[in-house]
């Protein structure tokens, strides 16, 4: 260890023993403890930090398989808010305390004395687990109150009843003994940052703040800095038409026996897509009082899909969808193409479809004959046997009149397609 990391080690150690979250420890186990670099986007350094090698450990800890929440579906629950709080636990892991026969196997190295932690640390397997689980049980009461791991929100249509939701969130939180970070708290607002997004009634945008990140983004480097780029830019790829398409040539350059080229197909991709969440429109949440529309588009290099919901008279988006062709996908005709499109759509947005009836809109005529047709074989049949279980009327709208799924506007089409029920 270097003297610079070895004096952010003692000063850390010494933090956080003052704190009470670490003790001197005689254990025969000891993590190896490192200083590691907290890098941005751009793969500069903002920060060295300590933390514990606890990989031994985790490899012999029995997992918890405790599921984590959906950030999908906490969004369509925020859909029926119109007033928020959001809560801000501080240092949530540091508030969960540790079985006094476990903590001898968190022992770490210090600088100069082994330490091992009595509340729950970071790099810990099964920390996130613990925690949601924890959370959970805490807000189990109170519909109203969900979270993600530490991060709170208060969701309610009338304030009065918020006033009365948020003081029982509170209250519960208080009576385990977890804390919240006051300056970090936000009561009564109409629209909310939650998990990188914007928040407000029936809608959702990409957060201000990572806008600003992916402004100042610069062009990656390496492998390393690209990689750490497009899984930020992915996150919000429900936003960007053809996403997958556009990324293409980007992942390219991810595999290893690919020689690092950053030509003009790559700058050209990296530079739509940053534009792309720069400017991507606010989707609407959707509502599942209301049926859906499902656009979908196939080519030999990839597919889209486009969910919409009707409002006011006019079509808004809720979620853009694409991935790439494998080779063999890239060969299919048309008419297969579209097949395919389908059915990958129509079970990606499974959570809102099923059960519920509604529309398949498509540029390929033969489409509206697979759905039909009681005297299919191969692929085909498989197809119409994997959306037979869904309830849907399928429309067939001209390519002229359609474009490109990626091109949809958020009013939609203005023509009156032709339509063959299902």
Known sequence: MSPGDRDIAEAKCAELLAAGL???STSDYAAATVVAARKDLTGETLARRMCGDYRGLNRVTKSDRYPMPMAEEIFDKLAEGRVYSTLDLIQGFNQIPIKEEDKQKTAFHGPDCLYEWNYMSFGLKNALAKFQRVMNLVLQGIPQAICYIDDVVVFNKDGKQHVADVAATLAAIQAVGLTCHPGKCHFGVKTVAYLGFQVREGGLSVQQAKVEVVDRLKPPTDR???????????YYQKFVPNFSKTARALNRLLR?????????EQKSAWRTLKEAVKSAP???????EKP????????????????????EGLERLVAYASRSC??????????????????????????YLQGRRFTLVTDHQPLMWLMTNHMLKGRNARWAMRLQEFEFDVKH??????????????????EQPSTASI
């Open 22 to 24: 670490i003790r001197e």
């Open 224 to 234: 390393s800095t690209l990689r750490a780029q497009l899984g930020f830019l992915s």
């Open 256 to 264: 290893e026996e690919e020689p690092w080229k950053w030509g003009e």
């Open 282 to 288: 606010m989707l609407k949440l959707p509502n599942p």
């Open 292 to 311: 859906f529309t499902l656009y979908t588009d196939w080519s030999s290099s990839g597919m889209g899909a486009v969910l919409c919901q009707e409002e």
């Open 326 to 351: 494998s080779p063999a996908e890239g060969n299919y005709s048309s008419y297969e193409g579209e097949g395919l499109a389908a059915v990958w759509a129509v079970e990606l947005f499974r959570p």
């Open 397 to 414: 709208m001209p390519g002229k009149t359609l474009q490109q799924v990626d091109g949809l506007s958020r009013q939609g089409p203005t």
